[in-house]
Structure formats: structure tokens, C-alpha cells
């Protein structure tokens, strides 16, 4: 196993408002890297390339990393007609650091999640926004500068109108006691779901999908405790805390388990149990 020790500056990590939490959830912290692209699967389920969004910007380390990964995909073959194809898709990946062990000042990446598919604002083969309003940023927790990323999970009727809503995942940029957390992922976890219940989509008109019952779509709602933007962010390491993925009832299992709940990019809509199937890990070290 092929293992990546990569720089992380002290900034990193300590760039996380530390409350006096014990040294357990300490040790959860991640240094975090969202990278995004392209990339081609040929007819027998092989990675045929792959293009990586800003490449420029992305420590080298860390595309040598990609490129290992990649080398060892295989998918499910995409079919047309009955015949295999190659297939093209957009994909996002979330590359995590932590440290070789407690007393190391090394850090091992990995690849700790993906997803695969298409996201394009003016296609009729996927579901889209009409209306997005964003949620009220809860007073209580910029006054404590406690911010993070929702994973709401929806289901979204043929009306476009969304009929269930819940909080999947919520990753915080604070460490504090398991009791303070919980209660600060409910506190972000609220307005993202009250905010996302009153949202309205374009549904698929085409494609494989243009007469589904129902659509369960992924979306990320950050809360940023300082003013920048996801392009300034892009390829830079950021410090988390990755909460608990919970059971959603009315979810499909198999599907909503499907790629990676935290790997999708802020606005990004990842429409469950499609795009292409990853049949290995997605890292192995």
C-alpha cells in the first residue's frame, strides 16, 4: 500500500475554533481538500483519463494521489442499446489528512469519498433549481464562529416541490465536548432543512429518469465564519470535524449510500443512486 505523507501547515488545523473539548473528538479533526473534474470510463469499466478543475492550484503530492487512485477504478460498464460505451462524467473528490500517529507532525491523505455524475444547470436529463433561497445563518452560532457543511438529503415530487426533507451529515469547523457538537449540528442542521423544504426544482424532462415516481437529491448548504469564497477555498486544505451519517427512514439504503455523502461542492445537486458506479474502493491508503 502506497502511502502519501503530505504538508499540512499548523494553520490547518489550528485554524479550528478549539473549545475545551476532550482529547477524543480532537483526534477526529481532518484536514480536508475538495478537488473537482472530468472523467472517461471506457466500454469495460476502466478509467480511460481523467482531468482534474484548476490543476495548477493542487499540491503535487496530492495529483500524484489522484493519478495512484485512478489507476486502480474500475466501474460498472455503462450500456447503450445493449452494447457497453464509454461514458463521461463530472466527478468530485474529498482528499483527508490526519496525522500518521498522535506524536507525528506527518499527515497521511487518502481519498475518503467520490462522486460521479453530471451536474448541468441547463440539462433536461437532470434535476435542476428553480428556487434556492438560502438559509438565515443562526445568530447563536456566528456570534460563536461555529460554521460547517450540511448534507441535506430531499425528496423532490414531480411538481418540483420538495416533499421530505432531513439533515444527513453535518461537519463542523470546532472541536468542544460530544454534547457541545451535537447540539451545534442541530443548530446548523435547523434553517438548512426549513430553508431546503421551501426550494423548488426543474425535474428531468429526458433521459432515464424523465418519469420517475419521485427524486432523492444530495445538496451541501456551507456556513462560512469568514468571508470567502468556494474558489478561493479550491485546492487549499481546510480544517473539519466529519459528524455522524444518520438513517434517513424514507431514503432508499442501497442508493443513498452510493458515493460519497461529503465529496460534493456547495450548490452542487447529486441526484441518488445515479451516475457511474464505482465497483473498487475508492482509496486504498
Partial sequence: ???FIVGVTSLAITGLALAAGPGAVRKQVEA???LTGTIVVAPDGSVKSYELDKAEKIPA?????????????????VMRDGQAVTAKARMSLRVVAKHE?????????RISGATFGDYDAASTDQITYIERNPPVYPQVAARGHVGGTVYVLLRIGRDGKVVDAEAE????????????????????ASPSVTAARHWTFHIPTTGLHANDPYYVTRVPIVYRTERTSPDAEYATWQAYVPGP???????????????????????????????????TPVSKG
Avoid at 500517529?101 to 491523505?109: K, L, Q, V
Avoid at 451529515?169 to 446548523?188: C, G, H, P, T, Y
Fill in 245 to 279: 451519517k444518520d438513517r434517513v427512514s424514507w431514503a432508499d439504503d442501497d442508493r443513498a449510500a452510493g458515493g460519497g455523502t461529503d465529496a460534493l461542492p456547495d450548490g452542487q445537486i447529486q441526484l441518488v443512486g445515479t451516475g457511474l458506479k464505482l465497483t
Fill in 1 to 3: 500500500m502506497k502511502r
Fill in 101 to 109: 500517529t498522535p506524536d507525528s507532525g506527518d499527515y497521511t491523505a
Fill in 61 to 77: 503530492n496530492i495529483t500524484a494521489l489522484v493519478s495512484n487512485a485512478t489507476q486502480q477504478w474500475h466501474f460498472d460498464p
Fill in 169 to 188: 451529515q453535518v461537519n463542523l469547523n470546532i472541536v468542544s465536548s460530544d454534547a457541545d457538537m451535537k447540539a451545534w449540528r442541530k443548530v446548523l
Fill in 32 to 34: 480536508s481538500m475538495l
